[in-house]
C-alpha cells in the first residue's frame, strides 16, 4: 500500500461513506450520526475484517513505523470503524418491526462470519451480499410499500402480504434521491473495504520472497 | 506528505463534525457556516435596510423575505433576531396570539440565540420595545403557554410590544 493511499485515499473515502451514510432527504435534509447499535455492529465488523485478514492491523500500526505513519494507520483504523457503524445505520430501517428484524439478522450474520473466519475474499463477497441484500429491502421493497401513492410494486407486495398489518412495516418515505446516494455510499464502502491493506497481500509478498531467494 | 494526510484528514473529519452538528439545508448555508466560522461572513446590507424598512411598516412577510435574502445562509444573529421578531409582530393579537407564527419566531430567536457570542444577543433599535433576545424569547414562550390569565377580559387592553 503506498503512502498516499493510507495518509489520504482511504481515510478519506470513509469519511466520505460517514458523512454520506447518514444523509436523509424529506422535505429537508437530515444528517443522522449513528445510534449506538450501530456502533455495536460497526465494531462487530470491524472485528471480523481484522480476524479474517481483510484489514491487517500490524500492517497500519507497529514497532517499526515512524510515529506519523502509525498515525496514518490509525486514522485508516477510525475511519474504518465509523464508515462500518455508519453503513449499519444507512441500511437499517428508521423504524418499526423491520428495524428490529434487521437488527437481530445483522448481529446474527456478524456473529456467524466471525466465528466462520472465512478469507478476505469470502469476506468481501458477502459483505456484498449482505449489505446489497439490506439496500435491496429497505430502499426498494420497504420504500415500495410506504409510499402513500403506491404503485404496481406495491400492489403487488400487498397481494403477498396479505393479512399483515402493514402499520408494523411502513417507515418514513424520503426522496428518491436517499436511494441513489445510499448506493454511490454503500459502493464507495466496499472499494475501500477492498483497497484495505491484508494478511493475504502480506502472504503472497512473503512467498515470492522465498521463491525468489 | 504522511503529516499533510493527517492534517487534511483531521480537517475534512472537523467539517464532517461540523455539519452533523448544524445540519445545514442549503449550499448556501454551508458556505456561510464556514465564512463565519472564519469571521469573513457578511450580510447583504442593501436587502437588510429593506427589510428593516418593510418591518417599521407591519410588512412582516416582505420584511422577512429581505432579511432572508440578507442572511441567506442564516448565520448573523441580528438578522435571525429581527425574523423573529417579525413573527411576534404578526402573530400578536389582542384576543389571542397565532400559536403557529409565534412558534416560529421562537425557533428563529432560539437560532439568533446560538449565534450570539456567549448566547447574549441586544440590538439597540429605538423602535423595539424588546431589546434583546431573551426578553423576545419570553414574550414568545409565554404567548404559546395557555393559562389563566389568558382568560382575563382586561387583557384586550394590552399593548403590542
Known amino acids: 500500500m503506498s503512502p498516499a493511499t493510507e495518509a489520504f485515499y482511504l481515510p478519506a473515502v470513509f469519511l466520505t ?94 456473529l456467524n462470519t466471525l466465528a466462520a473466519a472465512p478469507d478476505r475474499v469470502r469476506v468481501l463477497r458477502s459483505l456484498v451480499v449482505i449489505f446489497g441484500s439490506a439496500f435491496v429491502l429497505k430502499f426498494i421493497v420497504l420504500a415500495a410499500l410506504s409510499d402513500p401513492a403506491g404503485g404496481m410494486l406495491k400492489r403487488v407486495l400487498l397481494v403477498l402480504l396479505e393479512g399483515v398489518t402493514l402499520g408494523t412495516l411502513t417507515q418514513d418515505v424520503f426522496h428518491e434521491s436517499t436511494g441513489y446516494l445510499a448506493f454511490f455510499t454503500l459502493a464507495l464502502f466496499m472499494i475501500g473495504l477492498a483497497l484495505l491493506p491484508s494478511s493475504t497481500h502480506d502472504r503472497s509478498s512473503s512467498s515470492l520472497v522465498a521463491r525468489s531467494s | 506528505m504522511r503529516a499533510l494526510g493527517v492534517m487534511a484528514i483531521a480537517l475534512y473529519a472537523a467539517f464532517i463534525v461540523w455539519l ?47 432579511f432572508d435574502r440578507a442572511d441567506s445562509a442564516g448565520q448573523d444573529a441580528r438578522t435571525q433576531f429581527y425574523i423573529a421578531y417579525s413573527y411576534y409582530r404578526e402573530g400578536w ?37 424588546m431589546r434583546s433576545a431573551d426578553e423576545l424569547k419570553a414574550e414568545l414562550e409565554a404567548g404559546l403557554r395557555t393559562e389563566p390569565a389568558d382568560f382575563n377580559p382586561l387583557k384586550i387592553f394590552r399593548r403590542r410590544k
Open chain 2, 93 to 129: 393579537g389582542r384576543l389571542y396570539d397565532d400559536d403557529r407564527l409565534f412558534a416560529r419566531g421562537l425557533e428563529r430567536v432560539n437560532k439568533a440565540i446560538a449565534l450570539a457570542p456567549a448566547g447574549r444577543l441586544r440590538v439597540d433599535d429605538p423602535d423595539l420595545q
Open chain 1, 17 to 110: 461513506v460517514a458523512l454520506l451514510g447518514g444523509v436523509r432527504v424529506a422535505d429537508r435534509v437530515m444528517l443522522l450520526p449513528p445510534p449506538l447499535y450501530a456502533l455495536v455492529l460497526g465494531l462487530l465488523l470491524f472485528g471480523v475484517l481484522a480476524r479474517t485478514g481483510t484489514l491487517a492491523l500490524h500492517r497500519l500500526m507497529n514497532s517499526n513505523r515512524a510515529a506519523v505513519a502509525n498515525l496514518n494507520g490509525l486514522l485508516v483504523m477510525l475511519t474504518t470503524f465509523l464508515a462500518s457503524a455508519q453503513v449499519f445505520n444507512l441500511v437499517t430501517p428508521e423504524s418499526g418491526l423491520p428495524r428490529l428484524l434487521f437488527d437481530v439478522f445483522f448481529l446474527v450474520l456478524l
Open chain 2, 20 to 66: 452533523y452538528a448544524r445540519q445545514p439545508q442549503t449550499l448556501q448555508e454551508v458556505t456561510g457556516g464556514i465564512a463565519a466560522g472564519i469571521g469573513a461572513y457578511r450580510i447583504d446590507q442593501q436587502a437588510f435596510d429593506d427589510g428593516l424598512q418593510f418591518f417599521r411598516h407591519n410588512q412582516f412577510a416582505a420584511a422577512r423575505t429581505a
